[in-house]
């Protein structure tokens, strides 16, 4: 059955068909029956989004945009969005956009033109002014998750990342640690600047002073990660303690340590940012900073549902709701006796003698007197 097959059958033009099943241009309400009637008995599936065949559900649609389904954050997300659409009847549909600006634009326009209701959005990055724009120009409302759109006024969810940071590295630093590096997300996005700077105000807290070769980039992608850990672990003074600034980060960490031979908690310890749930099978207990995901997901879609409903969307006060994140310890910030032995080896080494003895303990006579 095709469109042409459904205008012979109700003796209208394909494109009046068409235009009953986008729901877009003028047709009387006997015709749009008969339309869809017809549509509704043969079982046509008008496009690949499995569109509704009334348009009270056609219009029930709500997109979501996320930038690495493979992170189990954006997975506990949507979990969180579908929740919230089913209760107030919306059909949600995903879009991964794998890191890409230019994929991300196109489902852009995709949310256009398959008439969606409302849009929740995670983007790649927040300055891409090509993006913002087309943003700022769709009739629909969008809400923001975790991360927002440079120099916009939309409804967002986030987590506080600044106090989430601040936490999981003064935990480090409460088990004698002074030597942290951080394996840092991307700068273009807000979770990214905030982990950033909750580091460094613990440290100066702390009085511990920020070293910028224990900083380094990990773009929260597992190879860039590890990378990043080869970096640090290749220092003349390698850090004992890494903060690590998501899920993906600390996989890249846990694979550089399981290919040295390193073992965390023994050899290097660690916080991570965001829980990894396979990890509960294996004996890597690894302390986190752990966020309300599915809460995120699920209070975004129902503060869009907020806006949906509302009858001119585009005004009134925008709400941005921050969520807290937990620090959970499970041993993994600890400092090891065989790291505090290393420790207290660096204190009482001198860079220079502290005796006139020479290297093999003998007493050298000052002769500088004598005659």
Known sequence: MTINDIAKLAKVSPSTVSRVLNNNGLVKEETKQRILKIVEESKFVPNAFARSLSNESLINNVGLIVPNIDNPFFAALAEGVSAAADECGY?????????????????????????????????????????????????IPVVMIDREAYNTNFDGVFSDDIEGAYNAVEALIKNGHTKIAQIM????????????????????AHGIPYREEYVVEGMFQKEESYE???KLMKLKDPPTAIFSANNLTSIGVLKYLKEHNLRLGRDISMVGYDDIEVLEYTDMNLSTVSRPVQRMGYDAM??????????DHRNGARKRIYLGAQLILR????????????????????????????????????????I
Not at 334 to 353: C, D, L, N, Q, T
Request: neutral net charge; aromatic residues 4%; charged residues 30%.
């Open 302 to 311: 129902m503060l869009l549902h907020e806006r949906i409903t509302h009858t």
């Open 185 to 204: 997300g991307p700068q273009t996005t807000k979770p990214g600047r905030a982990r950033l700077e909750g580091y460094r105000q613990a440290l100066e």
């Open 91 to 139: 059909n949600s549909f995903l879009f991964n956009t794998n890191e890409d600006v230019k994929k991300e634009l196109r489902f852009l326009q995709t949310s256009q033109e398959q008439r969606l209701r409302g849009l929740l959005m995670v983007p790649v990055v927040e300055n891409d002014t090509v993006n913002r724009s087309y943003l700022l120009r769709l009739p």
């Open 331 to 370: 041993g993994s910030e600890r400092m090891s006796a065989r790291m505090a032995g290393r420790k207290e080896a660096e204190k009482v080494k001198a860079p220079f003698p502290e005796s006139p003895e020479d290297e093999k303990g003998e007493v050298t006579e000052d002769v500088s007197g004598i």
């Open 228 to 230: 990043g850990m080869q």
